[in-house]
């Protein structure tokens, strides 16, 4: 077998983008530097270094240079889309209260819940000051979009987790609030930047949405059946932290009145006992929704795939679609 | 007297700007809206209608008539504004733990912490999206580098309140974080909207940044001597939470090492007893730092109107000279 068989198609993708991300790093470096607050650098460090795959700028720059692009504006967006990343994590463990982020302590616990606030907002201004310097209006419009709606699903998410009438349609916007308008944007500022026509930025578009989608259902997925080791995260958080997440969705639908009085109790009421969080996946495995939650993540991975079509084939296109079948592939 | 020396000259800007205001705040309500979470236009509405003197809205709005706009780009821009002064306030609560904010409770106190950081960030973001709807990049230029510098002050803050260290320079810097950089760029995107001479965009960001400075200096002093039925503040409120503000940072320098003591455990330490705010205030009395500290606010007033002779003169460049009086007098 080759090589381009038997590594992961992120690290793939991070060997052919080396040296533009070694571009994108020392940006990101500069740019959360601060003269004056220098516990900005420390906190954005201690997340930044703590290296997560870089999924985002790295889905940046190969739109970009998929569709041509030689100029080096790809490389503040891929900064840009870093760091509303990293903006983003930082308020969501204030919000979540939560006490771990990439197998290390939060900034909240390390240092307080005003550093994560106002470290997080920093984070946005500086991104918001990269993306002007492109000068791209569309770009702008682009990026201000996507920012609305990760804020708005943040909020829908707050108020809906715990709310048992949360369907399908509302998880979905959740999903894309929390993790496909940030993926989309991504792909799409890059093709934007690179000037592609009009039916290639939509099929980046299509891409990074649906290849979020994907990555989120597989996340909410992998807190019930996935191995606390490679997740680092415990089996049933979700659960535990009253999160109404797809699988459970899906057996709340069914439920029988007992049932329900369960979700109730756990969920809407969060008064959880020992032996609740079998009970809850006992009635997930009744009603099969971990394999249905499985299908449905496999089917946004084929619309991510299928969606490449419009785009330059080569090598680039293809790591894509690898990337979209290893992002569910982690389910095994 | 004829009205326009009786009334306070907010008031009558608010007059001769109604009709914009109207459609500003129209704007406002129909932004702050959100189909798929209510909770967004419940806390918005909650600090939006408790109505403070909607100041910095004023400003854009005054500087872009003083230099002759007719379009509507400024209605965008004064919401813009009035929008990220709003997320600041959301997040400056949580960061403060404050209960109370224009005299009502605060959003993280009816709601939580949750609702407060991620309504701001979805405020931020709407004003994001009004802003590009201008089209104008030297705009979105002018309030990144606001909210860098917002956000950068608001860090230094935090992490300066507390050390004796802190000088006056730094003090400033702090200042042009929490309060002048939105004024600054509040009149400037005024001018730039408007087209003016580069002259005219100069002088209406050292006019805002002038009185930004001038209003806090103000706000700073009236908390160790203000009448709190009339600030909605209770005196002492900085020095009980440790905030090193001007009036201590000048008493701070003259100390003698037995009040440097006092300083570090009340400050620094936060060891704080019974009759030490009566000391504090005898210290600052002793060293005159509350009168020097008001001759600071009167220097910054009168270099703000001193920029204004760059501007066309009229009634609004009148009420804008008045303001910066009535930012001081608030002192008498």
Chains 1, 2 share one sequence.
């Not at 998880?171 to 308008?181: C, E, M, Q, S």
């Not at 039916?199 to 990074?208: C, E, P, S, T």
């Not at 029988?256 to 959880?272: A, H, L, M, N, V």
Request: hydrophobic share 40%; proline share 2%; glycine share 6%.
């Amino acid at each position: 077998m080759d090589q381009s068989t038997t590594s992961k198609p992120h690290e793939r993708l991070a060997t052919v983008l080396a040296g533009e991300m070694e571009a994108v790093n020392r940006l990101i470096r500069d740019r959360m530097a601060s003269e004056h607050a220098p516990r900005i650098p420390e906190v954005t460090a201690h997340l930044v270094e703590a290296g997560g795959k870089r999924l985002r700028p790295m889905l940046t720059l190969a739109a970009a240079r998929l569709c041509g692009y030689d100029g080096d504006h790809h490389i503040r967006l891929a900064a840009t889309v870093e760091f509303i990343h990293t903006a983003t994590l930082l308020h969501d463990d204030v919000v979540d209260e939560s006490a771990q982020r990439r197998g290390r302590p939060t900034a909240n616990l390390l240092w307080d819940n005003k550093s994560s606030v106002l470290v997080g907002d920093y984070l946005f201004a500086r991104s918001f000051q990269l993306m002007v310097e492109t000068g791209s209006l569309r770009v702008l419009d682009i990026l201000a979009n996507a920012s609305a709606t990760i804020a708005e699903g943040e909020v829908l998410q707050m108020t809906a987790a715990t709310d048992l009438r949360t369907d399908e349609e509302v998880y979905l916007k959740v999903v894309r609030g929390k993790t496909a308008a940030l993926f989309s944007a991504a792909t799409q500022v890059g093709g934007v930047i690179a000037g592609a026509p009009e039916r290639q930025v939509q099929a980046l578009y299509d891409y990074g949405d649906a290849l979020g989608i994907a990555f989120q259902i597989v996340d909410d997925l992998l807190d019930y059946q996935g191995d606390s080791r490679a997740t680092g995260k415990n089996v049933g958080d979700d659960f535990r932290e009253r999160k109404l997440t797809l699988p459970v969705i899906k057996a709340v639908a069914r439920a029988t009145e007992e049932e329900r009085s369960f979700w109730q109790r756990t969920i809407e009421k969060g008064r959880q006992e020992e032996g609740d969080l079998d009970h809850a996946l006992g009635l997930m495995k009744k009603y099969g929704t971990l394999e249905a939650t499985r299908d449905d993540a496999n089917t946004w991975a084929d619309r991510a795939r299928a969606a490449l079509k419009a785009l330059p084939d080569g090598d680039l296109r293809d790591m894509l679609h690898d990337l979209a079948a290893y992002v569910v592939a982690r389910l095994n």
